[in-house]
Each structure stands twice: as structure tokens, then as C-alpha cells.
């Protein structure tokens, strides 16, 4: 399709228990985020990509969270040792070449750790 | 106004009335605001943007005003339908050409038929 893709969209796992979440880009798209979203609030930033430049990880909330994107590719998100408050949705969001701040984001991918 | 925790300031409206969603803002130094919206179980949807040099832009059915002397941003949607029923957010944006946004919490809109 031609919009931002979310993989999974739905992940449960157990609390200790690594996780990875996958973003696929709208083609040509070179800034890429990653916003969390947990129940009822609004999205915190995490991580932004532009390029080939080095990323901005000022939002990561620990060093259990990790991002890597090569280029103006695929993004995967990595938690590692999941506890129940990284439980939210985690969204991805591009944006082309226009200055305006209109990401387009995908669906999400929703986190619940048991 | 703005919510703790779990609950989501809501705003219920008849279908056909004009909506009015506030927005307080944090950042004196932002210089750029933004409306989205967000229908159930999707991602946020882009509504219309505006630069602090403004103080109001319309789009279809849209308003934004911006007052930056008390830091307030205001989203009127005229004649509301079913369809605008989501939560709406804005966003506002001090990091420049990077766009990393500052999300608000966002208000519940229901429309009722």
C-alpha cells in the first residue's frame, strides 16, 4: 500500500521477554518517528531518523529501547526486558520533502506485556 | 482543558452544531502548530497547520486560532457530523526544521446524530 505499515499490530508478550516492532515507510519519505501512546494519552516522541544522519534518540525513555533504521528503509523499534508499563501503542510516522509538519503515521502497533 | 491520568476531556456535540476544541500550549518558543485527528484503533490524521505569524487559518470546515500571548490554540469545526467523532490533538512544534512534535493529551469529540 501506499501509507506508512505497522507490523505487528497486535503483540503480547510476558514481562522479561524481548520485543520488536517494525515500521515500513512510505517510499521516498526520508524522516522517520517513532511516538508511544499509552491508554487515554498523547504521544510521547521517542526517536527520529532523518537520512542518513545519526538519529535523535532524545525521547527513549530507557536503554532497554532501541531503534535502528538504515537509510530511508525499514525502521524496527527493540525492547528488550519488556515490563507492564511499556504496555501502548507504538506508532511510526514519515514525512516527505514539504515544510510542514504533517506526518503521516501508521496504525500502530499495540504492546501489551503480561 | 487539560486531563490527568485516564480521562480524556470529551466534548459531545449534535450533529450540525459547530465544535470548538481547545488547546493549551507549553512552549513559548514554538513556532508552529498543528491539528490531528484520531479515529478509533488508527493513527493520527493531519487537519490543518498554522505558523505563529498568523493568529487564524481556515481549511474546509476547519478554523484554527492561534493566541500566542496566553499560549492557546482553539480547532472550530463547523456543522460537525458523525463522521468527526475521534480524539483530536494538537501539536506543537519549537525544533525546528526536524518537526519533532510535542503532542498534547487531546480531547474526546462525540458526535451525536
Known amino acids: 500500500g501506499a501509507g506508512v505499515s505497522q507490523s505487528p499490530s497486535n503483540k503480547v508478550t510476558e514481562k522479561g521477554k524481548d520485543v520488536e516492532l517494525r515500521c515500513d515507510p512510505i517510499?521516498?519519505?526520508?524522516?522517520l518517528y517513532w511516538y508511544r501512546q499509552r491508554l487515554g494519552q498523547g504521544l510521547e516522541f521517542l526517536i527520529y531518523f532523518q537520512g542518513n544522519s545519526a538519529p535523535d534518540k532524545s525521547g527513549l525513555p530507557s536503554d532497554r529501547f532501541s531503534a535502528e533504521r538504515t537509510g530511508e528503509s525499514v525502521s524496527t523499534l527493540t525492547i528488550q526486558r519488556t515490563q507492564q508499563e511499556d504496555s501502548a501503542v507504538y506508532l511510526c510516522?514519515?514525512?516527505?520533502?514539504?515544510?510542514?509538519?504533517?506526518?503521516?503515521f501508521g496504525e500502530g502497533s499495540r504492546l501489551t506485556v503480561l | 482543558g487539560e486531563s490527568v491520568g485516564l480521562h480524556l476531556p470529551t466534548l459531545s456535540v449534535q450533529e450540525g452544531d459547530n465544535s470548538i476544541i481547545n488547546c493549551a500550549y507549553s512552549?513559548?518558543?514554538?513556532?508552529?502548530f498543528i491539528w490531528y485527528k484520531q479515529e478509533s484503533g488508527k493513527g493520527p490524521q493531519f487537519i490543518i497547520d498554522?505558523?505563529?505569524?498568523?493568529d487564524k487559518r481556515q481549511g474546509q470546515r476547519v478554523t484554527v486560532l492561534l493566541n500566542k500571548t496566553v499560549k492557546h490554540l482553539s480547532l472550530q469545526i463547523a456543522a460537525t457530523q458523525p463522521g468527526d467523532s475521534a480524539v483530536y490533538f494538537c501539536?506543537?512544534?519549537?525544533?525546528?526544521?526536524?518537526?519533532?512534535?510535542?503532542f498534547g493529551k487531546g480531547t474526546l469529540l462525540t458526535v451525536n446524530p
Open positions: 501539536a506543537e512544534n519549537s525544533g525546528g526544521s526536524n518537526y519533532k512534535l510535542t
Open positions: 498554522i505558523r505563529s505569524n498568523m
Open positions: 510516522a514519515t514525512k516527505g520533502g514539504s515544510n510542514t509538519g504533517e506526518l503521516f
Open positions: 512552549n513559548s518558543a514554538s513556532d508552529y
Open positions: 517510499s521516498g519519505h526520508t524522516a
